[in-house]
């Protein structure tokens, strides 16, 4: 029984403790007031009926009256006159008797309570006893048996807020997936925008030059495009969070369900590329650092240069040309059936990527390669393959993740000119085919859930960076 109770003190405490620091973090306060409006109030008005009893009061009110009897307001008064004085002469002001007595006196009466509320607080705790706080209230009736589970339903937000703030991984993550719904609503807004302001008329360019004004007026009645710039905003956001951005202009397809279709096969194209670029990239990158300027780091680097000078669409048709009409190894164009079909895309696309990470993992490894942990684990005996893998690419992989993070968005937005190349219908070439129109919902789907694709591998990224850096994770902790 005494450990039940004092495991539920501990409890209280702990979710007390956290409480009282959220609302100190002027982010999470304002969210935390309204999310626990309901045991906020109830807190508040048993803390307000418990301060009107409390000790501190009468307390304060002692000490107010001591420093009042010694004089102290006019004294303090009197130091403020002479100091604004000083003031005015120094730089030349003119300011009349009146308002510097008045300044004077409104700034003694706040030094005068805060002297009265230091010396209160001090006969506190010479008496062992606290002052009654909001923190403290709540923490107390977090300790009543039926406290919690009463305001668990009303309060369910709140704790939640809570739960998150003291687990400092979990507020990491919330605060990342947070900033990832911003970037959503700024691309969606900034993508609408060029869309509405484009020259381009979806009307006359489905309908034809022949269409008469009757027929165009009724299209963009059906479409809602006859709207106001902020109504279509609105319709197109509320379709993207809902996923139900109605039919396409042209096709009369449901553009949720063709970008379902279509999304799987480009991340699936470029999830492959950036496996390839891993698999062959790091290792060379690796062997490069470890063989400074020797024939393999030139011949590899240079190698790599080229991979980030070529164009992707010419690196497709020439493999068109010498792989598939020449030497007639592998299909031209995709085939969902065939996974040779995948083989020349995945190259195209992950060829540029294989080249930024070599050059990446090189760089990062010779910087590290030369500080004095290097020198301290190779004066202790390590094997020099022990020395690399373990310490030095170790500490070399936090710019190596990044650049994959960002390449890896790059190539997700990127790979409409290899779908175009090789024939394959995926999420690029559908977003680029309703341009020219322009499909407004369609091209507002695929470029909104393309971005938060990337926004969310961005925020694993960022996530990782904890696992590979022991010292980001010890600043998590502290977070």
Do not use: C
């Not at 007026?217 to 319709?235: A, C, I, K, P, T």
């Not at 197109?236 to 279709?261: H, T």
């Not at 080229?306 to 592998?330: E, H, V």
């Not at 790059?410 to 680029?432: D, Q, R």
């Amino acid at each position: 029984m005494e450990a039940a109770k004092h495991g539920g003190i501990n409890v209280a405490k702990a979710i007390g403790d956290s409480y009282g620091k959220l609302l100190q973090n002027a982010s999470y306060r304002y969210f935390a007031l309204v999310l626990g409006a309901p045991v906020n109030l109830f807190t508040l008005l048993v803390h307000r009926n418990q301060k009107a009893g409390d000790i501190h009061t009468s307390v304060l009110q002692e000490a107010r009256q001591e420093l009042a009897a010694s004089g102290l307001q006019e004294r303090l008064e009197s130091e403020f006159i002479d100091q604004l004085h000083s003031k005015a002469r120094f730089f030349g002001q003119q300011a009349s008797e009146a308002e510097l007595e008045n300044e004077a006196r409104k700034l003694a009466a706040e030094r005068f309570e805060l002297i009265a509320a230091e010396r209160a607080d001090s006969r506190l705790q010479e008496k062992g006893l606290a002052r009654s706080t909001f923190i403290g209230t709540f923490q107390a009736l977090l300790q009543h048996p039926l406290f919690l589970p009463l305001s668990f339903i009303p309060g369910f937000p709140l704790y939640l807020l809570i739960l998150l703030y003291s687990s400092p991984y979990l507020k990491y993550i919330f605060e990342r997936l947070v900033m990832t719904i911003f970037v959503i609503f700024g691309v969606s807004v900034l993508v609408f925008t060029i869309l509405y302001i484009s020259p381009f008329d979806p009307a006359v360019n489905i309908l034809g030059q022949t269409a008469t004004d009757a027929q165009i007026m009724e299209f963009n009645r059906v479409y809602g495009l006859d709207q106001s710039y902020l109504v279509q905003l609105w319709h197109n956001i509320k379709g993207i969070a809902m996923f139900d951005l109605g039919k396409a202009f042209a096709g009369n397809e449901e553009i949720v369900s063709a970008i379902g279709r279509k999304f799987p096969v480009t991340l699936e194209l470029t999830l492959f590329s950036l496996l390839m670029a891993v698999v062959i990239a790091i290792p060379i990158g690796i062997v490069s650092a470890a063989r400074p300027n020797s024939w393999f780091d030139y011949t590899f680097m240079l190698i790599a240069l080229i991979g980030l000078s070529i164009p992707s669409f010419w690196q497709g048709l020439i493999f068109i040309l010498g792989f598939s009409i020449k030497l007639q190894w592998l299909p031209a164009t995709f085939n969902p059936g065939n996974w040779l079909t995948f083989i020349m895309p995945v190259v195209v696309l992950g060829t540029g990527l294989t080249a930024a990470i070599a050059r990446m993992t090189r760089a990062s490894t010779l910087e590290v390669i030369h500080e004095d942990y290097i020198i301290t684990a190779t004066a202790k005996g390590l094997s020099r393959r022990k020395v690399l893998l373990k310490h030095a690419v170790r500490n070399a992989l936090i710019p190596i993740v990044t650049v994959i993070g960002l390449q890896f968005g790059g190539m997700l937005g990127g790979a409409a000119v290899t779908e175009k190349v090789f024939n394959i219908s995926g999420l690029g070439s559908y977003i680029v085919d309703k341009q020219f129109i322009p499909d407004i919902p369609a091209i507002m789907g695929g470029v909104v859930y393309t971005a938060i694709t990337i926004s969310l591998i961005n925020a694993i990224i960022d996530i990782l960076y904890a696992f590979v850096d022991p010292r980001i994770r010890s600043k998590m902790k502290q977070y």
